[in-house]
């Protein structure tokens, strides 16, 4: 099976940019033709994906200002956000044992909250879009 996509004209959010999948999936979409909203924690490793239709917002994916301020950057620059991908990750290997209650919560801080803080902030953007394209019946969320 060979599926082509064009991602022309399309503006694609990705959280986790700088590394792993993340990188990945904004180089590969960069590739299709879109624009991509790189967001991630590690400013030296966004530094080194500057190509067209790349935009870089260090952002902690646990601070929730952060993420509306990176998100609401997107829009002013870009006029839409298409899709997402919310890849930001953190995992310390790290005995269970000895692993502090700092340590946990920063986990649940990334791994967690940081997608609820996306999809908090991405689904009336989304949404907005559905509602262009004629999916206004679509259930709430």
Same mark, same amino acid.
């Given at each position: 099976?060979n599926? @082509? #996509?064009d991602?022309? !004209? =399309?503006?694609?959010?990705?959280?986790g %940019? %700088?590394?792993g999948i !993340?990188?990945?999936l904004? +180089? /590969? $979409?960069?590739?299709?033709? %879109? +624009? *991509?909203? %790189?967001?991630d924690?590690?400013?030296?490793?966004? !530094?080194?994906?500057? =190509?067209?239709r790349c935009?870089? &917002?260090v952002?902690?994916?646990?601070?929730?200002?952060? *993420?509306?301020r990176a998100?609401d950057d +997107?829009?002013?620059?870009? !006029?839409?956000i298409?899709?997402?991908?919310?890849?930001?990750?953190?995992?310390?290997r +790290?005995p269970? /044992?000895?692993?502090?209650?700092? /340590?946990?919560?920063r &986990?649940?801080? *990334?791994n967690? $909250?940081?997608?609820? #803080? #996306?999809?908090?902030?991405?689904?009336?953007?989304? =949404?907005r879009?559905?509602?262009? $394209?004629?999916l @206004?019946?679509?259930p709430?969320i």
């Amino acid at each position: 099976m060979n599926v @082509s #996509y064009d991602f022309s !004209g =399309r503006t694609v959010l990705v959280a986790g %940019a %700088a590394s792993g999948i !993340g990188r990945a999936l904004s +180089t /590969e $979409c960069m590739d299709l033709g %879109a +624009t *991509v909203s %790189a967001i991630d924690i590690d400013a030296e490793a966004l !530094g080194t994906m500057q =190509r067209d239709r790349c935009l870089t &917002h260090v952002a902690d994916v646990a601070d929730s200002g952060a *993420v509306r301020r990176a998100v609401d950057d +997107t829009l002013a620059r870009t !006029g839409r956000i298409d899709a997402a991908v919310l890849s930001s990750a953190i995992q310390k290997r +790290t005995p269970i /044992e000895t692993l502090s209650d700092d /340590e946990w919560q920063r &986990h649940l801080d *990334v791994n967690l $909250c940081g997608v609820f #803080y #996306y999809l908090r902030e991405l689904f009336p953007v989304l =949404r907005r879009n559905w509602v262009r $394209c004629g999916l @206004s019946n679509l259930p709430k969320i």
